[in-house]
């Protein structure tokens, strides 16, 4: 029996949602997008849940797309690789507009669409080690989507050299960049990261999350909606270029590009 892409458990009004793909560095596939996205639903709309936890079992956090994934957006057509950027789009607006508070505890490398997770999320803490990287140039890809949220948390002269380059950071450095909230040691971070959910449980209103997160969400970005339905669009374009073709090829064959 093949074991769930996504798990769930509630324990103390904290709903805990587990990326569960370890075998393939929790990399992110169509399917999985939806069931997570299906799944932060499931926790908005549960009763017993105050605070959500986001985190993946394995030692990557997520590694960003499916090798298969990649291979089969080269055969998509536009209006297929458009309803594609629809789902990946729905996945990082449910965190952002989900009335209830979205943890990220990363505990291994953030990359590319894994590095939006972590980005898009209302708190982030992240272990020491983790590197993380929005890497899609290096791929002949554009990280559209994700840059929406990265542009709300980051100065343009960091989001410039972060976005251009494809470099892997440190935590630190992503605490730095203002892309993360916390870092904490591998040891102490799953205690850390209850402890401040519980104090969110306990010592604010629920009602009163709800409304700072969407003041916030407001007032930081009010062409959000402006700006994803353009991401989307690139998306979906620069999938049918030939550098992207050019190097999904190349990254599938482990070889290096000179672009």
Known sequence: ????????????????????????????????????????????????????????NGSTFSAGADLAYLQQLQQNSYEENLADSENLKRLFTTIYYLPKLVIAQVEGHAIAGGC??????????????????????????????????????????????????????????????GLITFVTNKEDIHLKVKEFALSLCTEASANSLMVTKQLIGQTTNPELENSL????????????????????AAFISKEKINW
């Not at 994700?146 to 989001?159: Q, W």
């Not at 620069?238 to 992207?244: K, L």
């Open 1 to 56: 029996m093949t074991a769930p892409l996504v798990l769930y458990t509630v324990e103390q009004r904290i709903a805990t949602i587990s990326i569960n793909r370890p075998e393939k560095r929790n990399a992110l596939n169509p399917e999985l997008v939806s069931l997570l996205t299906e799944t932060l639903i499931r926790a908005s709309e549960d009763d017993e849940v105050k605070v959500i936890v986001l985190r993946a």
């Open 116 to 177: 939006g997770l972590a980005t898009v999320c209302d708190i982030t803490f992240s272990v020491p080690e983790a590197s993380f990287g929005y890497t899609e140039v290096k791929l002949g890809f554009v990280p559209a989507i994700v840059s929406c949220f990265l542009l709300r948390k980051t100065s343009e002269t960091i989001a410039k050299r972060i976005l251009y380059t494809g470099e892997l950071f440190s935590a630190q450095q992503a605490l730095d960049y």
């Open 229 to 248: 339905s353009l991401a989307v669009q690139i998306n979906a374009r620069v999938r049918e270029s030939e550098d992207f073709k050019k190097g999904v």
